[in-house]
């Protein structure tokens, strides 16, 4: 309503911009932000999940491998690494 067209437009002129439906575009804001909140803030893979709103840690895991190509614990592994590099570089 508030955009001023019917919901299958609306996902129509959405998916159009993003190459995304809004839901696709919503689950990869919150893999983002619960990457971040790992990697900023030391969060628990468990304890981000749930932050962003999973429910499953599982569910989050296989999502999460999905869109960054790795699990969590790996990824975040690699990416600690790959900063210690690039500190002493």
């Not at 067209?5 to 696709?24: N, V």
């Not at 804001?29 to 909140?37: G, P």
């Not at 932050?51 to 990416?79: C, H, I, N, W």
Request: aromatic share 8%; proline share 4%; glycine share 6%.
């Amino acid at each position: 309503d508030a955009a001023g067209m019917s919901p299958s437009s609306f996902h129509e002129h959405f998916r159009s911009i993003t190459s995304l439906t809004p839901l696709q575009f919503q689950k990869q804001l919150r893999l983002i932000e619960a990457r971040r909140m790992m990697l900023s803030e030391g969060a628990m893979i468990s304890t981000a999940a749930h932050a962003v709103g999973y429910e499953s840690v599982q569910q989050f895991t296989r999502e999460y491998g999905r869109l960054f190509g790795m699990p969590p614990a790996k990824d975040m592994k690699a990416t600690k690494a790959k900063g210690r590099v690039e500190a002493a570089a």
